[in-house]
């Protein structure tokens, strides 16, 4: 899956540098033929169209269906849309997850503004957003929404009439023991903060500091080496702290001090250190000092592969999680969170302790750096997956409500490398989108600037259902050892 994401990276750049060379060859054309200033005005608005419809990664055709291959779980039920109405049965109970087929069909203003559908009860009001021009079969995400009449408006966009229910009867797993498994700091907080801080036991470890790419600190003054263990210091005390502050307790939250962007190669060759690329450190005590508790890495703090499992394996075997959270390698192509789940999976073949279930998210996709789409405080439609998939999927979703949701933006306000001030261009990328495209972006309060308080800060989270009682994993391939390049730009420990 990750060789996918370097073949649509490399397609991307090369439309991009062909439509590039096309422009500068015809503004030459038009220069001679009608002057300087008028090629000049044409480039600057080309620029702009640029900027506003074009410059979103998007690596797939938007009016493509999305092609699920469905868990046997997920119960199909009809559905009956009249004039804009459907009804939500009392049979479909409030804690299932719930999400409505749909297949829509751009208008033409929908190629200059996001197509979306907006969704009305007698008492909430919600709007899930589309890829401009999209077309074709999408999944809306109604879990939370209570039973009786639900009226949907389509908006730059039409709905067939032909829609059905997708029912997940799954155990509310707020229920049940949890631990989360975040690649960084923040990954926990993006994927599940409502889940964890809601859970009758959470039990939270990081695996790397996320110290690379510290040019923010290099500016007060530090070298490259000094900023980016403060970097990663700053980052491991964000693991520890805001957990804490979500009401987990302090010897339930871990952070083991890998190194960003290392445990791919680490996995390559298990018993091999892997140093730090940019902080000069090859032990990962220097980011364990918070810790409550010894881990077995702890006896020489070597960054070995074997390591993480034997602290993976100690973790699992002091926390007996029911249910582990974790990144899915099917739809985030991070390097670290493929091989987070490497990880785990191998961890638990050698485990006295296995959990019933993992719930598998994603912070990073492949086919879509904007998704999920629309608005902070909205809902979350499934995301895209346009090669159908090998192994059958099983969603799960949960509904958060607006304290829910505020106390989330809070959290990740705490993080400090979602603080990061945003460069002069993407602010003006922003301002052109906004007054071309409609796009908004959270303002003032506890939503920071960072692209991850629009995308994560919403009505539901949304997970992927594995059973760890079965052979089947959340994507064939993933113990392969596929990774993905270092040189891809939209991956980083950097947000």
């Known amino acids: 899956m990750t060789a996918r994401k370097q ?52 690596f797939y055709r938007s009016q493509s269906d999305y092609r699920y291959r469905f868990d046997a779980a997920v119960e199909f039920l009809p559905a009956h849309l009249e004039n804009g109405r459907l009804r939500r049965d009392a049979g479909l109970e409030k804690n299932d997850a719930l999400f409505l087929e749909i297949r829509l069909k751009s208008t033409l203003w929908g190629r200059l503004k996001a197509p979306a559908v907006e969704i009305r009860t007698d008492t909430e009001r919600d709007c899930q957003t589309f890829e401009l021009g999209a077309s074709g079969v999408r999944y809306l995400n109604l879990t939370g929404l209570a039973a009786g009449e639900i009226r949907l408006r389509a908006l730059r966009c039409r709905i067939d009439r032909s829609v059905q229910w997708l029912r997940v009867p799954c155990p509310d797993y707020r229920q049940q023991r949890l631990l989360v498994v ?58 520890l702290a805001v957990p804490r502050w979500a009401g987990v307790p302090a010897g339930q939250v871990t952070h083991l001090g890998y190194f960003c962007m290392q445990l791919a190669a680490m996995r390559e060759n298990p018993a091999e250190a892997k140093p730090s690329r940019e902080a000069d450190l090859a032990d990962t005590r220097f980011f364990r000092s918070g810790n409550p508790f010894a881990m077995p890495g702890d006896a020489d703090g070597q960054p070995t592969w074997n390591n993480l499992l034997a602290d993976l394996r ?5 926390a007996r999680p029911e249910v582990i959270v974790l990144p899915h ?53 499934l995301p895209p997956l346009i090669e159908a998939n090998d192994t059958p999927l099983l969603p799960w979703s949960l509904a958060l409500s607006r304290p829910q949701q505020i106390d ?18 993407r602010r ?17 309060g506890l939503y920071g600037d960072n692209e991850y308080f629009r995308k994560n800060v919403r009505r539901q989270e949304v997970f992927w259902v594995e059973k760890t009682g079965t052979n089947q994993r959340c994507v064939q391939g993933a113990a392969s ?10 991956i980083s420990c950097k947000r």
């Open 7 to 58: 073949q649509l990276l490399k397609r991307h750049r090369r439309a991009k540098r062909l439509a590039l060379l096309l422009t500068l060859v015809l503004l030459l054309a038009l220069a001679m033929l009608v002057g300087a200033g008028l090629a000049l005005t044409l480039l600057l608005a080309g620029w702009i169209a640029h900027e506003a419809w074009f410059s979103d990664h998007l």
């Open 182 to 239: 975040a690649p960084h700091a923040d990954d926990a907080e993006l994927a599940a903060f409502g889940l964890y801080s809601q859970a009758k036991e959470s039990w939270i470890v990081t695996l790397t500091a996320g110290e690379i790419e510290a040019g923010r600190y290099q500016a007060m003054g530090l070298d490259a080496t000094t900023a980016a263990r403060l970097k990663g210091r700053l980052r491991a005390w964000d693991s």
């Open 314 to 318: 100690a973790l699992i075997a002091r």
């Open 329 to 381: 390698p099917a739809f985030d192509p991070h390097p670290d969170h493929i091989a987070a789940y490497a990880a785990v999976r191998e961890a638990l073949q050698d485990s006295d302790w296995q959990p019933q279930t993992l719930l598998c998210y994603a912070n990073h996709l492949h086919d879509n750096d904007m998704w999920p789409m629309g608005d902070a405080r909205t809902g979350v439609p």
């Open 408 to 425: 989330k933006a809070s959290a990740l306000a705490m993080m400090h490398d979602l603080q990061t001030p945003l460069p002069k261009k």
């Open 428 to 444: 003006l990328r922003r301002l052109i989108q906004t007054l071309l495209t409609n796009r908004r972006w959270p303002r003032g």
């Open 481 to 490: 050892g596929d990774v993905v390049s270092d040189a891809a730009p939209s």
